[in-house]
């Protein structure tokens, strides 16, 4: 058997001003990812292309692996990185003799001139091969479109938020491709959507509505479907099919399919008020977590400029307030700003320094502007930014942060990166000697994902609404393509 195993990924904020060139898809592994070296720095690993290997080891099956590609949310993909990393498959495609073709996609991608990029490449791939059997997984927050599901044999989804899943989803997609190229099973697929954006603050699986939603979806796989995954949505994203979706694939009964799809998007039209969040006033967040009896660790969250859903990373407003309002014994995960890291690593470990930090990206997209904060502190380290995940959110993966420093103002120790990343992981405070279990708070720039890795610490969890393009006010977005009415943009 002869597979052929690919990865492109990249959930688009077309709010975000950060740009996405190809070299962004590359900045982990510090170059083009393809073949052998991809193959083994992905081989073991808890995502879905770790599933496609293990699966194609079992089976025997010869691997060839063009790209693996990945880059954490931003702006759309520029044109020319599109066409680089797309033309890498399909040139692998076309060269024929492939029992099988796993993608490990993400669902949101959006270009400079596409608004699906996932479904614009499997109809490419469809007129250059017709026949050989596709499996795709992709991630909970894809904005599905027709294109997606009518050319691949069999979709599938993660069920958890934060998604700890990935490695099973794509254990489902190859499995059911297996299964496929073997002659035992005939999939087809019926999908949907309905007219809402959920907001993302209410889309995690550790509370109502989405945990009953995707016990559904699991218990639908138990017998009744191949595969059935509920699409959250990515909501900070203005194209015509951002929002909830479902598809469900089952074993040649087209009308079962259908029927299972329905039942699930009712359910969560039924719940639409549910995925609804409102935030408090930042000053009155901070003040509960300095008034609060909790032992500690207390997590908060600045939300607003979540980096995996495409945040600056560099917005100040829940820094600036931490520092006024005096929380002790805190750290703070972080700061985007690659000029004061040069800077702090000038001024060397142990000495004190000044920075004007944060606020240097623009964010025409947004009502609001966050500014730089003038902050004093010891350079307490000096890192470079390279380590793996602890995992159980992409176990064993490989992550950049660039030049890193630690700056201890005395009450709060600040890291400050090169590059973007979320903390959804122990080891992105680990690997910069800072213990979580000792400190009385933990401020992470971080919606959901943060739950994999801090979930178990956190005695109190406080949301503080900043300022970013991953707002939950849609009120401070112009949405202008997305398709109307919709919920709860529109009263419906």
């Known amino acids: ?27 982990r592994t510090g170059g083009a990812l393809s073949g052998a070296e991809a193959l083994e720095a992905f081989r073991g690993t808890g995502g879905a292309l770790g599933a496609y290997i293990d699966v194609a080891d079992e089976l025997g099956a010869q691997i060839v692996l063009p790209v693996a590609a990945d880059a954490f949310p931003s ?13 890498l498959i399909l040139d692998e495609v076309a060269k024929g003799g492939y029992d099988g073709i796993l993608l490990d996609l993400h669902g949101a991608m959006v270009t400079q001139s596409l608004d699906d990029g996932e479904g614009t490449l499997l109809h490419r791939l469809r007129e250059i091969d ?52 073997a002659g035992e099973i005939k999939p087809v697929m019926a999908w949907g959507n309905k007219p809402m954006l959920p907001h993302v603050m209410r889309q995690g699986t550790h509370a109502e509505p989405n945990r009953s939603l995707q016990a559904r979806c ?3 796989e138990q017998g009744e479907a191949l595969a059935s995954s509920l699409f959250v949505g990515f909501p900070n994203a203005d194209i015509e099919n951002a929002g909830l979706s479902v598809v469900v694939c089952t074993d040649g009964d087209k009308t079962k399919a259908a029927t299972l799809r329905d039942s699930l998007l009712d359910e969560a039209w039924r719940e639409r008020e549910t995925f609804l969040y409102a935030s408090e006033p930042l000053p009155e967040s901070i003040a509960r977590a300095k008034a609060s009896a909790a032992a500690g660790p207390l997590v908060l969250l600045d939300h607003c400029v979540n980096t995996a859903s495409g945040g600056t990373m560099d917005t100040t407003e829940v820094l600036a307030e931490v520092l006024k309002q005096g929380l002790d014994n ?36 947004l009502q609001e502007t966050s500014r730089p904060i003038e902050v004093t502190g010891r350079v307490k380290l000096v ?22 420093v630690v700056l201890d103002t005395g009450k ?16 992105c405070l680990s690997s910069v000697g800072i213990d979580p279990t000792q400190k009385r708070y933990i ?30 006010d849609y009120g401070k977005l112009e949405f202008r393509k997305v398709r109307r009415p919709i919920y709860p943009l529109d009263a419906m």
């Not at 690659?338 to 606020?359: D, F, R, W, Y």
């Not at 470079?384 to 890193?404: I, K």
Request: charged share 20%; net charge neutral; glycine share 8%.
């Open 330 to 365: 805190a750290v703070f995960y972080a700061i985007y700003d690659p000029e004061a890291v040069q800077q702090a690593i000038a001024a060397g470990i142990g000495n004190e320094v000044t920075l004007s930090l944060g606020g240097k990206l623009p964010m025409p997209a």
């Open 443 to 472: 401020v992470l720039k971080s919606r959901v994902h943060w739950r994999a890795g801090f979930g178990d610490l956190a005695r109190e969890v406080i949301e503080c609404a900043g300022v970013g393009v991953t707002t939950s």
């Open 75 to 87: 702006g759309p993909v520029h044109d020319d990185a599109y066409r680089r990393i797309t033309q």
């Open 130 to 181: 017709p026949h050989t059997p596709v499996g795709v997984t992709l991630d909970m927050h894809a904005n599905l479109y027709d294109d997606i599901v009518k050319h691949a044999t069999v979709v599938t989804g993660y069920h958890t938020y934060p998604h700890v899943d990935m490695y099973e989803a794509g254990l489902r997609a190859a499995r059911i491709l297996a299964r496929t190229i």
């Open 383 to 404: 890192f470079d930014g390279v380590f793996r995940n602890r995992g159980p959110m992409y176990r064993g993966s490989l992550n950049n942060t660039g030049p890193t």
């Open 1 to 27: 058997m002869r597979l052929l195993l690919a990865m492109f990924k990249h959930e688009t904020n077309t709010f975000s001003p950060v740009p996405t060139p190809f070299e962004r898809f590359f900045r």
């Open 412 to 427: 709060v120790e600040i890291v400050v990166v090169s590059a973007h990343q979320e903390p959804f992981d122990l080891n």
């Open 218 to 220: 699991m218990r639908y």
